[in-house]
Antibody, heavy 120, light 106 residues
Framework: EVQLVESGGGLVQPGGSLRLSCAAS????????MSWVRQAPGKGLEWVAN????????YYVGSVKGRFTISRDNANNSLYLQMNSLRAEDTALYYC?????????????WGQGTLVTVSS | DIQMTQSPPSLSASVGDRVSITCRAS??????VNWYQQKPGKAPDLLIY???TLKSGVPSRFSGSGSGTDFTLIISSLQPEDFATYYC????????FGQGTKLEIK
Protein backbone atom coordinates (compact mmCIF):
# COMPACT_ATOMS: atom_id res chain seq x y z
CA GLU A 1 0.00 0.00 0.00
CA VAL A 2 1.37 3.39 -0.98
CA GLN A 3 1.85 5.67 2.01
CA LEU A 4 3.11 9.23 2.18
CA VAL A 5 3.53 10.83 5.59
CA GLU A 6 4.47 14.49 5.88
CA SER A 7 6.05 16.12 8.91
CA GLY A 8 7.86 19.29 9.89
CA GLY A 9 5.07 21.84 9.73
CA GLY A 10 4.45 24.38 12.45
CA LEU A 11 4.31 28.05 13.37
CA VAL A 12 7.14 30.22 12.10
CA GLN A 13 7.70 33.97 12.00
CA PRO A 14 7.86 35.89 8.72
CA GLY A 15 11.36 35.63 7.30
CA GLY A 16 11.97 32.34 9.06
CA SER A 17 12.74 28.88 7.72
CA LEU A 18 11.18 25.46 7.93
CA ARG A 19 12.02 22.06 6.48
CA LEU A 20 9.24 19.69 5.54
CA SER A 21 9.78 15.96 5.19
CA CYS A 22 7.78 13.23 3.53
CA ALA A 23 8.35 9.56 4.31
CA ALA A 24 7.32 7.28 1.45
CA SER A 25 6.57 3.56 1.55
CA UNK A 26 4.77 0.88 -0.43
CA UNK A 27 6.37 1.64 -3.80
CA UNK A 28 9.78 1.97 -5.43
CA UNK A 29 10.41 5.57 -4.44
CA UNK A 30 13.51 5.99 -6.59
CA UNK A 31 11.55 5.49 -9.82
CA UNK A 32 8.94 8.22 -9.36
CA UNK A 33 8.89 11.96 -9.68
CA MET A 34 7.52 13.60 -6.53
CA SER A 35 5.68 16.85 -5.90
CA TRP A 36 4.74 19.28 -3.17
CA VAL A 37 1.31 20.89 -3.44
CA ARG A 38 -0.15 23.39 -0.99
CA GLN A 39 -3.58 24.63 -0.03
CA ALA A 40 -4.11 27.84 1.89
CA PRO A 41 -6.95 27.71 4.44
CA GLY A 42 -10.28 27.70 2.59
CA LYS A 43 -8.57 28.11 -0.79
CA GLY A 44 -7.71 26.00 -3.81
CA LEU A 45 -4.75 23.82 -4.66
CA GLU A 46 -1.41 25.27 -5.73
CA TRP A 47 1.36 23.12 -7.16
CA VAL A 48 4.64 24.19 -5.52
CA ALA A 49 7.47 22.06 -6.87
CA ASN A 50 8.46 18.69 -8.20
CA UNK A 51 11.62 16.67 -8.61
CA UNK A 52 12.74 14.02 -11.03
CA UNK A 53 13.13 10.46 -9.82
CA UNK A 54 16.90 10.78 -9.54
CA UNK A 55 16.94 14.37 -8.30
CA UNK A 56 18.55 15.66 -11.47
CA UNK A 57 15.70 18.05 -12.30
CA UNK A 58 13.79 20.36 -9.99
CA TYR A 59 10.91 22.64 -10.95
CA TYR A 60 9.12 25.37 -9.00
CA VAL A 61 6.14 27.71 -9.16
CA GLY A 62 7.28 31.27 -9.67
CA SER A 63 6.22 32.52 -6.25
CA VAL A 64 8.68 30.24 -4.41
CA LYS A 65 11.66 30.26 -6.76
CA GLY A 66 14.80 31.26 -4.92
CA ARG A 67 13.16 30.69 -1.52
CA PHE A 68 12.18 27.00 -1.53
CA THR A 69 14.32 23.99 -2.39
CA ILE A 70 12.97 20.53 -3.11
CA SER A 71 15.24 17.54 -2.58
CA ARG A 72 15.08 13.81 -2.03
CA ASP A 73 17.00 10.94 -0.45
CA ASN A 74 16.27 7.80 -2.42
CA ALA A 75 18.25 5.64 -0.02
CA ASN A 76 15.85 6.60 2.76
CA ASN A 77 12.67 6.98 0.67
CA SER A 78 12.29 10.59 1.71
CA LEU A 79 11.27 13.85 0.10
CA TYR A 80 12.03 17.28 1.50
CA LEU A 81 11.06 20.91 1.07
CA GLN A 82 13.37 23.52 2.53
CA MET A 83 11.45 26.76 2.89
CA ASN A 84 13.35 30.00 3.56
CA SER A 85 12.30 33.64 3.75
CA LEU A 86 8.79 32.58 4.61
CA ARG A 87 5.90 34.98 4.08
CA ALA A 88 2.38 35.14 5.43
CA GLU A 89 1.10 34.00 2.03
CA ASP A 90 3.02 30.73 2.39
CA THR A 91 0.61 29.72 5.15
CA ALA A 92 -1.00 26.51 3.93
CA LEU A 93 -1.42 22.79 4.28
CA TYR A 94 1.48 21.25 2.38
CA TYR A 95 0.90 17.92 0.66
CA CYS A 96 3.51 15.49 -0.53
CA UNK A 97 2.37 13.66 -3.66
CA UNK A 98 3.65 10.95 -5.94
CA UNK A 99 3.60 11.90 -9.59
CA UNK A 100 1.95 9.38 -11.88
CA UNK A 101 4.20 7.23 -14.03
CA UNK A 102 2.25 8.62 -16.98
CA UNK A 103 4.12 11.67 -18.26
CA UNK A 104 2.38 14.83 -17.02
CA UNK A 105 -0.35 12.60 -15.64
CA UNK A 106 -0.72 14.41 -12.37
CA UNK A 107 -0.26 13.04 -8.86
CA UNK A 108 -1.83 9.70 -8.10
CA UNK A 109 -1.11 9.35 -4.36
CA TRP A 110 -1.12 12.02 -1.71
CA GLY A 111 -0.26 12.32 1.96
CA GLN A 112 -2.56 13.95 4.47
CA GLY A 113 -0.54 17.15 4.64
CA THR A 114 1.40 19.15 7.20
CA LEU A 115 0.29 22.64 8.22
CA VAL A 116 2.64 25.59 7.92
CA THR A 117 1.59 28.84 9.58
CA VAL A 118 3.65 31.97 9.00
CA SER A 119 2.73 34.62 11.53
CA SER A 120 4.30 36.93 14.08
CA ASP B 1 2.94 30.53 -16.81
CA ILE B 2 -0.11 28.68 -18.10
CA GLN B 3 -3.34 29.69 -16.38
CA MET B 4 -6.34 27.39 -16.00
CA THR B 5 -9.76 29.06 -15.78
CA GLN B 6 -12.36 26.73 -14.34
CA SER B 7 -16.13 27.27 -14.38
CA PRO B 8 -18.48 27.48 -12.71
CA PRO B 9 -16.94 28.23 -9.29
CA SER B 10 -19.88 26.48 -7.68
CA LEU B 11 -22.73 24.31 -8.81
CA SER B 12 -25.89 23.03 -7.14
CA ALA B 13 -27.34 19.78 -8.41
CA SER B 14 -29.43 16.80 -7.35
CA VAL B 15 -28.68 13.11 -7.12
CA GLY B 16 -29.12 11.63 -10.59
CA ASP B 17 -28.34 14.86 -12.44
CA ARG B 18 -25.80 15.13 -15.21
CA VAL B 19 -23.27 17.88 -14.57
CA SER B 20 -20.38 19.34 -16.47
CA ILE B 21 -17.42 21.42 -15.35
CA THR B 22 -15.22 23.23 -17.83
CA CYS B 23 -11.63 24.32 -17.80
CA ARG B 24 -9.94 26.64 -20.24
CA ALA B 25 -6.18 26.90 -20.61
CA SER B 26 -4.46 30.19 -21.42
CA UNK B 27 -2.55 28.45 -24.19
CA UNK B 28 -2.48 25.10 -25.94
CA UNK B 29 -1.81 22.25 -23.49
CA UNK B 30 -2.49 19.38 -25.92
CA UNK B 31 -4.26 16.73 -23.82
CA UNK B 32 -2.19 17.25 -20.68
CA VAL B 33 -5.10 17.92 -18.36
CA ASN B 34 -5.92 16.03 -15.20
CA TRP B 35 -8.99 16.19 -12.97
CA TYR B 36 -9.16 15.74 -9.19
CA GLN B 37 -11.88 15.38 -6.59
CA GLN B 38 -11.38 16.72 -3.08
CA LYS B 39 -13.70 16.15 -0.14
CA PRO B 40 -13.59 18.34 2.99
CA GLY B 41 -10.63 17.58 5.21
CA LYS B 42 -9.16 15.10 2.75
CA ALA B 43 -6.35 15.08 0.23
CA PRO B 44 -7.30 15.30 -3.46
CA ASP B 45 -7.93 12.16 -5.49
CA LEU B 46 -6.87 11.86 -9.11
CA LEU B 47 -9.87 10.98 -11.27
CA ILE B 48 -8.79 11.51 -14.86
CA TYR B 49 -5.46 12.03 -16.56
CA UNK B 50 -4.55 12.81 -20.14
CA UNK B 51 -7.86 14.67 -20.49
CA UNK B 52 -9.95 11.52 -20.84
CA THR B 53 -8.35 8.45 -19.23
CA LEU B 54 -10.02 7.30 -16.02
CA LYS B 55 -7.70 6.30 -13.22
CA SER B 56 -8.21 2.67 -12.29
CA GLY B 57 -11.10 2.27 -9.86
CA VAL B 58 -12.86 5.51 -10.77
CA PRO B 59 -16.54 4.96 -11.60
CA SER B 60 -17.49 5.12 -15.25
CA ARG B 61 -20.04 7.89 -14.58
CA PHE B 62 -17.03 10.21 -14.66
CA SER B 63 -15.69 11.19 -18.07
CA GLY B 64 -13.37 13.80 -19.47
CA SER B 65 -12.90 15.32 -22.87
CA GLY B 66 -11.08 18.08 -24.69
CA SER B 67 -7.77 19.01 -26.19
CA GLY B 68 -5.87 22.19 -26.92
CA THR B 69 -7.38 24.81 -24.61
CA ASP B 70 -10.89 23.61 -23.71
CA PHE B 71 -11.65 20.70 -21.41
CA THR B 72 -14.74 19.25 -19.74
CA LEU B 73 -15.40 16.93 -16.83
CA ILE B 74 -18.82 15.25 -16.93
CA ILE B 75 -20.53 13.30 -14.20
CA SER B 76 -23.33 11.45 -15.92
CA SER B 77 -25.55 10.63 -12.94
CA LEU B 78 -24.62 12.25 -9.65
CA GLN B 79 -24.30 10.01 -6.62
CA PRO B 80 -24.33 11.26 -3.01
CA GLU B 81 -20.59 10.62 -2.67
CA ASP B 82 -19.82 12.89 -5.66
CA PHE B 83 -20.59 16.12 -3.82
CA ALA B 84 -17.13 17.58 -3.44
CA THR B 85 -14.78 20.14 -4.99
CA TYR B 86 -13.26 19.39 -8.37
CA TYR B 87 -10.04 20.76 -9.81
CA CYS B 88 -8.52 20.65 -13.25
CA UNK B 89 -4.74 20.72 -13.67
CA UNK B 90 -2.53 21.25 -16.68
CA UNK B 91 0.67 19.25 -17.02
CA UNK B 92 1.96 20.68 -20.30
CA UNK B 93 4.43 23.01 -18.58
CA UNK B 94 5.08 22.11 -14.96
CA UNK B 95 1.66 22.02 -13.28
CA UNK B 96 -1.10 24.56 -12.66
CA PHE B 97 -4.48 23.97 -11.05
CA GLY B 98 -7.76 25.62 -11.86
CA GLN B 99 -9.52 27.51 -9.08
CA GLY B 100 -11.90 24.66 -8.31
CA THR B 101 -15.63 23.96 -8.63
CA LYS B 102 -17.61 23.23 -5.50
CA LEU B 103 -20.43 20.80 -6.28
CA GLU B 104 -23.21 21.07 -3.72
CA ILE B 105 -26.48 19.30 -3.14
CA LYS B 106 -29.54 21.24 -4.32
Amino acid sequence: EVQLVESGGGLVQPGGSLRLSCAASGFTFSTYWMSWVRQAPGKGLEWVANIKHDGSGKYYVGSVKGRFTISRDNANNSLYLQMNSLRAEDTALYYCARDSDVSSGGSDYWGQGTLVTVSS
Amino acid sequence: DIQMTQSPPSLSASVGDRVSITCRASQNVDNYVNWYQQKPGKAPDLLIYGASTLKSGVPSRFSGSGSGTDFTLIISSLQPEDFATYYCQQGYSTYTFGQGTKLEIK
